[in-house]
T-cell receptor, first 113, second 115 residues
Framework: AQSVAQPEDQVNVAEGNPLTVKCTYS??????LFWYVQYPNRGLQFLLK??????LVKGSYGFEAEFNKSQTSFHLKKPSALVSDSALYFC???????????FGTGTRLKVLA | DADVTQTPRNRITKTGKRIMLECSQT?????MYWYRQDPGLGLRLIYY???????NKGEISDGYSVSRQAQAKFSLSLESAIPNQTALYFC??????????????FGEGSRLTVL
């Protein structure tokens, strides 16, 4: 079965410092991987995706993610965190057989001023 | 106007009542999904539909039913609500035509409280 793990419930980082939010996956076949962000009282918003090609994917709001096939990871990164980046972040994988999207449990990012 | 609209945004009801959550979209996507979000559990798939005549159960469909009234409308029903169905519910759509990017587009959510 396909699955996604986000090992950290919360990540704290100082404003201006680099941030990483971790995600590992388990899939059969080639993975379709996504990151979404949820601000309070809002729906999820798409940040970026990996389908194929370059392992470093760039997305919205200065975020990027690195696909690592050998470590089955797709960590979200940003070189310099902003207080406004504080939100709940979800990693997801699309099941290549059923086209269902499977989400991790989410990581709350808190950027401290 | 939002591309994916959910109604109601908030609802408080009592155990045993029938509840319907509605979702409509203007994106023209064939695929629609209902998820529920619970703290610490992430998003879990309730039902999904790839077109008007195709409806599939997700991982937690017990106690729920759905109706795909048109390409643009996908409603979720709780026939007899119970307290552990208290959650935030999301509708989402996706496009899988050739050349599409395949990400999900979410509504703003419907917060349901069952007393």
């Amino acid at each position: 079965a396909q699955s996604v793990a986000q090992p950290e419930d919360q990540v704290n980082v100082a404003e201006g410092n680099p941030l990483t939010v971790k995600c590992t996956y388990s899939v059969s076949g080639n993975p379709y991987l996504f990151w979404y962000v949820q601000y309070p009282n809002r729906g999820l918003q798409f940040l970026l995706k990996y389908i194929t090609g370059d392992n470093l994917v760039k997305g919205s709001y200065g975020f990027e993610a690195e696909f690592n096939k050998s470590q089955t990871s797709f960590h979200l990164k940003k070189p310099s965190a902003l207080v406004s980046d504080s939100a709940l972040y979800f990693c997801a994988v699309r099941d290549t057989g059923t086209y269902k999207y499977i989400f991790g449990t989410g990581t709350r990012l808190k950027v401290l001023a | 106007d939002a591309d994916v609209t959910q109604t109601p945004r908030n609802r408080i009801t009592k155990t045993g009542k029938r509840i319907m959550l509605e979702c409509s979209q203007t994106k023209g996507h064939d695929r629609m999904y209902w998820y529920r979000q619970d703290p610490g559990l992430g998003l879990r798939l309730i039902y999904y539909s790839f077109d008007v005549k195709d409806i599939n159960k997700g991982e937690i469909s017990d106690g729920y039913s759905v109706s795909r009234q048109a390409q643009a409308k996908f409603s979720l029903s709780l026939e007899s609500a119970i307290p552990n169905q208290t959650a935030l519910y999301f509708c989402a759509t996706s496009d899988h035509d050739r050349g599409s990017t395949g990400e999900l587009f979410f509504g703003e959510g419907s917060r349901l409280t069952v007393l």
